[in-house]
Structure formats: structure tokens, C-alpha cells
Nanobody
Framework: QVQLVESGGGLVQAGGSLRLSCAAS????????MGWFRQAPGKEREFVAA????????YYADSVKGRFTISRDNAKNTVYLQMNSLEPEDTAVYYC????????????????WGQGTQVTVSS
């Protein structure tokens, strides 16, 4: 089992940047495919980005492609989400997730979740 803790959220103006971190403990991060999801008020949780165990493959939602970058440092047991050119529509709670199965954009493909970190983008 792995425990995940997100950090790096906050309030930023439109056009700004933030870097989210997801620190893992308990089991080595290289065991898992990793993903970032987000949930805005009144909306369902949605996929943002994913990275394979070796960091060789990445997936992105169309809405963030070209603006967000997912990366991982298995030696530090940490996954990152660099978010640039932020828009008010990016406002949400961002969750880190770890998956044991095939790499996927599906929520049910992830076994472990963090508590989330709030990102608010003002216009």
C-alpha cells in the first residue's frame, strides 16, 4: 500500500504557473503508474494527466495539453504536475493517484488516492 500527499496548490492569476507535487510513502513509487485528476465544484472528477512507471509514456487531457507537464522522480518517490498558462477553468481540487494495473485515464484504474490540493485561478 502507498500513501500519497499532494502539495503546491494555491491562488494564482490567470496566465500564471504552479507546480504540484505528490509525495509517496509506504511502497516505492516505481511500482505504480501515476495520474493527476481534478474536481471542480459541482462537477465530476476528471482526468488531467498520467505517467507510466518508467516515465516513458505520458497521457494528457485535451484541455491541458501543451500547458501542463507531468513528471516523476522515482528516486525521490515524487510525482509532479507543472501547470503553465493557467485559466480560471483550471480551478479545482487536484488529486494524485497511483495505479497497479495498465496505464489508463480512467478513474477506476487507480487504486490509491491523495487528499487533494486546491488550485484557484483568478481572472
Amino acid at each position: 500500500q502507498v500513501q500519497l500527499v499532494e502539495s503546491g496548490g494555491g491562488l494564482v492569476q490567470a496566465g500564471g504557473s504552479l507546480r504540484l507535487s505528490c509525495a509517496a510513502s509506504g511502497r516505492t513509487l516505481s511500482t505504480y503508474n501515476m495520474g493527476w485528476f481534478r474536481q471542480a465544484p459541482g462537477k465530476e472528477r476528471e482526468f488531467v494527466a498520467a505517467v507510466s512507471r518508467s516515465a516513458g509514456i505520458t497521457y494528457y487531457a485535451d484541455s491541458v495539453k501543451g500547458r501542463f507537464t507531468i513528471s516523476r522522480d522515482n528516486a525521490k518517490n515524487t510525482v509532479y504536475l507543472q501547470m503553465n498558462s493557467l485559466e480560471p477553468e483550471d480551478t479545482a481540487v487536484y488529486y494524485c493517484a497511483a495505479g497497479l494495473g495498465f496505464m489508463t485515464m480512467r478513474i477506476d484504474g487507480y487504486n490509491y488516492w491523495g487528499q487533494g490540493t486546491q488550485v484557484t485561478v483568478s481572472s
